[in-house]
C-alpha cells in the first residue's frame, strides 16, 4: 500500500475516528462537556462531528441524560467483522485441503450489498497462475464464486440486485435476458456449484461452491481457479464435489446448515448388486428414463448437467444432446420428444435442438418452483409435478397436459412429487412424494383424465433407510420403486405388498424403466450429486444407467 503524505489526510475524519475511539474506551455514557474535555475540541466541532455520527448510527444520543455512547451501526459492523474471522478460521482448513489436492488458486469470497468480495486466497503452485484478488470486488454474474453467491439468495434479492446492475448483467452476450441467467442461477443452486470457462477472466476457468449458515443463506464462497489449458469443463464438473465437500465442512465448522451429503455405505443386509453396464455416463441428477416409440433407443436426462441421453439398445451407442436449461423429464410422442423445463414444456426435434410445439407453462408466476417428474399416460396427456427450489412444504402441485397444450392442476399441497405411473386396467394412478416419504394412489378416470379419492398406498417408515423417488410399472402391475439414499429398488404388488428388493451399485438410483417381454429387464438411472468423494471413489458407477434382471 502507499504510503498517504500526513498532510492529505482528512483531519476531520480523524477527529471523528478519535469521538468513537473515546466513547469506546470508557464504561459510562458521556456528555459533551467530557467529550470535549476528553479530547481537547471546542464545543462547535465535538457537536457537530456527535451530530454526523449520530446520523450514520455510529453514536447513540440518550435525550434523558443528555449523553452519548457507541451507536448499533458499530455492533453490526464488529460483528460482521468477526464473522470474516470465524469464516477465514472454518474455511481456510478446507481451503488448505483443496490446494494440497488440485495445486490451483483457491478462493473466499464474502457478499457484500453490492455482491461480494474477495477476503482470502492461496496462490496456485502452478508456473502460470493469477494476480491476487485480495480485496477486489467479484464478479456477480461472470465468474464462478459470484454467481455462488448469489445464487442463493431469494428470488427477490436477487432480482433487486440484477435490475440495478441490468446492462452489466445481460453485457457479454453470455444471456440475452434476465430470465435466462435467472434459469442458470436456479441450476448453480439446485446442483450446488458453478463453473466459470472465460467468462471472468479469459483463460482462466474456476469451480465455487457456497458457504451458508444456521439458517441454510449464503455467507460465503470458496472457489478454485486456474488456467483454461487444465480447467475444462470436464474437469471443473469432476472437481465441483470437491468443493462442495469443502464449503460443507467450512459451513459445519462455522455452524452452518448445508445440505446433507450421502456417506453411508451399502446396508449389510442387501445382497451383491447383478447388473449389466449400459452407460457410465456419471450423472449429476440423471431422470426420466423413458423408452422412445419405436423401442430403438432409451431417453434420459440429467437435470442438474442439462443433457438429454439417447442409448441405442442395439448398438449400445449412447448418444449426448446438451442442453442450455434444467430439463426435469422426458417422454417420446408422435409429434417429437416432449421436454420439461425451467422455461415451460415443449416438443422438440432431438437430433436439431429445435423446438416445433409450445406447450406452455402452467407455474410461470411462480419463479420460485420448478418443475420434477413427469410421465405421459396412454392418451397422450402430460402429468407433471412441480416443488419450491427451497423444497418448501406444500408447495408443489400435479398437472395435467392435454395434447392441445391445455393445462389442468390435478393436486396441489404436495412437497416433491416424483415418480408416477398407471395400473394395467388404468382406473389406478400413482404418485409418489418423496419429502412425505409414500406413494399414493388415486382413482383414474381415462375417458376423461380425472383423478379422486387419494389414499396412501406405501408408506416408509422411520426405520426404513431411503425415500422413494421415481418409478414404472410392469406388464404384470407391480410397482418398481427407485429407493433414494437406500442403495436398492423395491418390487412391490398393485395392493402395496413388497416383493422383491435388488440392490444397485451407488447409493441414489433415482427412476425405473421397466422392458417387458423382449428384454424382461429393469433400468435404472442415478445421480452422483452430494454423494461423499470417498463413496464415489469406491462407487464410480453413481451416476450411471444400468440394467436389472427381473428374475
Given at each position: ?14 477527529k ?5 475511539s ?10 459533551l ?58 474455511a ?18 464474502i ?25 477486489q ?25 440484477q435490475?440495478?446492475e ?8 453470455q ?11 436456479d ?8 463453473i466459470?470457462?472465460?467468462?471472468d ?19 460465503a ?30 459451513s ?47 431417453y ?11 442409448h441405442?439398445?442395439t448398438?449400445?451407442?449412447?448418444s ?27 416438443i ?7 423446438t416445433?410445439?409450445?406447450l ?9 418452483n ?51 405411473g ?23 378416470d ?31 402391475g ?30 441414489r ?6 422392458l417387458?417381454e ?34
Open positions: 500500500m502507499t504510503e498517504v503524505p500526513a498532510k492529505t489526510r482528512s483531519a476531520t475524519l480523524a471523528g475516528l478519535q469521538i468513537l473515546f466513547l469506546g474506551s470508557v464504561s459510562e455514557p458521556q456528555s462537556r467530557q467529550v470535549m474535555d476528553g479530547l481537547g475540541m471546542t464545543k462547535p466541532t465535538a457537536h457537530r462531528l456527535l451530530a454526523t455520527l449520530i446520523d450514520h448510527g455510529m453514536v447513540r444520543f440518550d435525550s434523558d441524560g443528555n449523553t452519548y455512547r457507541p451507536g448499533m451501526r458499530l455492533f453490526e459492523l464488529s460483528r460482521q467483522v468477526w464473522q470474516d474471522f470465524d469464516l477465514r478460521g472454518s481456510v482448513p478446507e481451503m488448505q485441503k483443496l490446494h494440497a489436492m488440485t495445486g490451483e488458486t483457491i478462493s473466499l469470497a457478499p457484500t450489498p453490492d455482491g461480494g468480495v474477495y477476503i482470502d486466497e492461496l496462490q496456485s503452485s502452478h508456473h502460470l497462475r493469477e494476480q491476487s484478488r485480495i480485496g470486488r467479484v464478479s456477480k454474474w461472470n465468474s464462478a464464486i459470484g454467481k455462488a453467491l448469489v445464487s442463493g439468495l431469494s428470488y427477490d434479492e436477487r432480482v433487486r440486485l435490475e440495478s441490468k446492462t452489466q448483467t445481460v453485457s457479454n452476450g444471456y440475452t435476458d434476465l430470465s435466462e441467467l435467472n434459469h442458470h442461477l441450476l448453480v443452486n439446485a446442483r450446488g456449484y458453478a466459470d470457462l472465460n467468462e477472466v479469459q483463460g482462466i476457468s474456476s469451480v465455487a461452491a457456497p458457504i451458508v449458515d444456521h439458517r441454510g443463506i449464503t455467507v464462497a470458496i472457489g478454485l481457479s486456474g488456467s483454461s489449458q487444465r480447467l475444462d469443463r470436464n474437469t471443473l464438473h469432476r472437481l465441483g464435489p470437491a468443493v462442495i465437500e469443502a464449503t460443507r465442512l467450512a459445519l465448522q462455522a455452524g452452518g446448515a448445508p445440505r446433507p451429503v450421502s456417506s453411508a455405505p451399502m446396508p449389510a443386509n442387501l445382497p451383491e448388486p447383478r447388473f449389466d453396464i449400459l452407460a457410465d455416463v456419471q450423472n449429476l441428477i440423471g431422470e426420466s428414463p423413458v423408452r422412445s416409440l419405436d423401442g430403438q433407443f432409451i434420459w436426462v440429467d437435470i442438474c448437467r442439462p443433457c438429454i441421453f439417447a441405442d439398445l448398438t449400445k451407442e449412447t449426448r444432446y446438451p442442453q442450455k436449461e434444467m430439463i426435469t423429464a422426458i417422454s417420446d410422442t408422435k409429434r417429437g420428444l416432449l421436454v420439461a423445463g425451467l422455461s415451460g414444456i415443449r422438440m426435434d432431438l437430433p436439431t435442438g429445435q416445433t410445439t409450445t406452455g407453462n402452467p407455474e410461470a408466476h411462480k419463479p420460485t420448478r418443475f420434477n417428474d413427469g410421465k405421459c399416460d396412454n392418451r397422450g396427456r402430460f402429468w407433471i409435478g412441480s416443488l419450491a427450489f427451497n423444497l418448501e412444504k406444500g408447495a408443489g402441485s400435479l398437472y395435467r397436459i392435454d395434447p392441445d397444450g391445455s393445462s389442468h392442476a390435478m393436486e396441489s399441497g404436495l412437497s416433491l412429487p416424483n415418480g408416477m398407471w395400473s394395467r386396467d388404468n382406473r389406478t394412478m400413482y404418485l409418489i412424494d418423496t419429502a412425505d416419504r409414500v406413494v399414493f394412489a388415486y382413482d383414474f381415462e375417458q376423461s383424465g380425472g383423478i379422486g379419492n387419494r389414499r396412501p398406498l406405501i408408506e416408509f417408515d422411520d426405520g426404513c433407510i431411503g425415500s422413494p423417488d421415481g418409478m414404472d410399472i410392469d406388464v404384470d407391480n410397482l418398481w420403486l427407485a429407493i433414494w439414499d437406500g442403495w436398492r429398488v423395491q418390487k412391490h404388488a398393485p395392493d402395496g405388498k413388497l416383493l422383491a428388493q435388488y440392490s444397485v451399485p451407488f447409493p438410483p433415482t427412476s425405473c424403466l421397466c417387458d423382449d428384454y424382461d429387464k429393469v433400468i435404472v438411472s442415478s445421480a452422483r450429486i452430494r454423494v461423499s468423494n470417498d463413496l464415489l471413489q469406491k462407487f464410480p458407477l453413481a451416476g450411471g444407467l444400468i440394467a436389472l434382471p427381473k428374475a
